[in-house]
C-alpha cells in the first residue's frame, strides 16, 4: 500500500466491510430487521461512493462554467467602466459636486459586481453542500433506526423474574444471539460513522464538516450505550 493510499479514506474497503457485515448478519439473522438495515447501508454506501465520482465531475464542470461567467461579468464591467470613464472625462463637469452622482454609480456598479463575482464564486460549493448534506441526513436517519434495533435487546430478559411480553423486550432471542445481535449494532453504527467520513472527503465546506463531526458523535454515543448492554449481558451469562 501505497503512502498515498492513506492520505484519505478510501470508499471501497468501506463498501466491502459493509457487504461482509450484511452477509454475516444474513447468515445469522435472515429474517430480522436488522439484516434489511445492513442491506439498506451497503446500498446507501454504494451510492456516496459512485454519487462522489459523479459529484466531482460535475463539481469540476459547475467550478469551470461559474469561472468563465466570472471572467465574462468581470471584462464586460472593465469595458462598462472604461467606457464610462472616457465618457466623463469628455464631457467633464465644470462643478465638482456634479462629479459626486457619476461617483456614487461607480461606487454602486463596483459593489454590485463584486457582489455577483462572490455570490458564483461560492455557486459550486453550495451546490455540493445541498448534495452531501442531503447523504448525510439518510445517514443520520439510518443511525437512529439502528438504535432503535437495539432499544428492546435487554439483558435483563435473562432474569428468571422477567416476564416479559408487556414491556416491547423481545425475548425471541438466545443469551448468544442478543449478544451477537448488539455487536453487529455497533458495527453498523461504525460503518455509519464511516460513511459519513466518506462524504467529508469530498468537501472542505464547514458545515459539511460540522454534519459529519456530529454524526460521529452521534453514532459513538449509541455505541456506548451498547456495549453497556453487551457488558451487562456478559456479567448475566456469567452469573448464570
Same mark, same amino acid.
Given at each position: 500500500?501505497?503512502?498515498?493510499?492513506?492520505?484519505?479514506?478510501?470508499?471501497?474497503? +468501506?463498501?466491502?466491510?459493509?457487504?461482509?457485515? /450484511?452477509?454475516?448478519?444474513?447468515?445469522?439473522?435472515?429474517?430480522? %430487521?436488522?439484516?434489511?438495515?445492513?442491506? &439498506?447501508?451497503?446500498?446507501?454506501?454504494?451510492?456516496?461512493?459512485?454519487?462522489? &465520482?459523479?459529484?466531482?465531475?460535475?463539481?469540476?464542470?459547475?467550478?469551470? =462554467?461559474?469561472?468563465? @461567467?466570472? !471572467?465574462?461579468?468581470?471584462?464586460?464591467?472593465? @469595458?462598462?467602466? %472604461?467606457?464610462?470613464? &472616457?465618457?466623463?472625462?469628455?464631457?467633464?463637469?465644470?462643478?465638482?459636486?456634479?462629479?459626486?452622482?457619476?461617483?456614487?454609480?461607480?461606487?454602486?456598479?463596483?459593489?454590485? @459586481?463584486?457582489?455577483? +463575482?462572490?455570490?458564483?464564486?461560492?455557486?459550486?460549493?453550495?451546490?455540493?453542500?445541498?448534495?452531501?448534506?442531503?447523504?448525510?441526513?439518510?445517514?443520520?436517519?439510518?443511525?437512529?433506526?439502528?438504535?432503535?434495533?437495539?432499544?428492546?435487546?435487554?439483558?435483563?430478559?435473562?432474569?428468571?423474574?422477567?416476564?416479559? =411480553?408487556?414491556?416491547?423486550?423481545?425475548? =425471541?432471542?438466545?443469551?448468544?444471539?442478543?449478544?451477537?445481535?448488539?455487536?453487529? /449494532?455497533?458495527?453498523?453504527?461504525?460503518?455509519?460513522?464511516?460513511?459519513?467520513?466518506?462524504?467529508?472527503?469530498?468537501?472542505?465546506?464547514?458545515? @459539511?464538516?460540522?454534519?459529519?463531526?456530529?454524526?460521529?458523535?452521534?453514532?459513538? !454515543?449509541?455505541?456506548?450505550?451498547?456495549?453497556?448492554?453487551?457488558?451487562?449481558?456478559?456479567?448475566?451469562?456469567?452469573?448464570?
Amino acid at each position: 500500500m501505497s503512502a498515498r493510499t492513506l492520505e484519505k479514506l478510501e470508499p471501497v474497503p +468501506v463498501i466491502e466491510t459493509a457487504r461482509r457485515l /450484511c452477509d454475516r448478519i444474513g447468515a445469522r439473522f435472515p429474517e430480522r %430487521g436488522i439484516h434489511r438495515v445492513a442491506q &439498506e447501508l451497503v446500498a446507501l454506501t454504494e451510492q456516496v461512493a459512485d454519487t462522489s &465520482e459523479d459529484s466531482r465531475r460535475r463539481s469540476r464542470l459547475v467550478r469551470a =462554467g461559474s469561472r468563465t @461567467v466570472i !471572467g465574462i461579468v468581470v471584462l464586460v464591467a472593465l @469595458v462598462a467602466f %472604461g467606457f464610462a470613464i &472616457e465618457s466623463a472625462f469628455t464631457d467633464a463637469p465644470d462643478n465638482g459636486l456634479d462629479w459626486l452622482p457619476l461617483i456614487e454609480s461607480a461606487v454602486n456598479d463596483i459593489v454590485f @459586481v463584486a457582489i455577483a +463575482v462572490v455570490l458564483l464564486h461560492s455557486f459550486p460549493e453550495r451546490v455540493q453542500r445541498s448534495e452531501l448534506l442531503a447523504k448525510l441526513h439518510r445517514l443520520r436517519s439510518l443511525a437512529h433506526i439502528v438504535d432503535m434495533h437495539q432499544l428492546t435487546k435487554e439483558p435483563e430478559s435473562l432474569r428468571d423474574a422477567f416476564l416479559g =411480553g408487556t414491556d416491547g423486550a423481545d425475548v =425471541g432471542l438466545t443469551p448468544e444471539q442478543i449478544e451477537y445481535y448488539l455487536e453487529y /449494532c455497533t458495527e453498523l453504527l461504525s460503518l455509519v460513522s464511516k460513511a459519513a467520513a466518506l462524504c467529508a472527503e469530498e468537501s472542505r465546506d464547514d458545515i @459539511v464538516l460540522n454534519t459529519v463531526s456530529t454524526i460521529e458523535t452521534l453514532t459513538m !454515543g449509541m455505541s456506548r450505550k451498547v456495549w453497556q448492554k453487551i457488558t451487562v449481558l456478559s456479567e448475566e451469562r456469567t452469573a448464570r
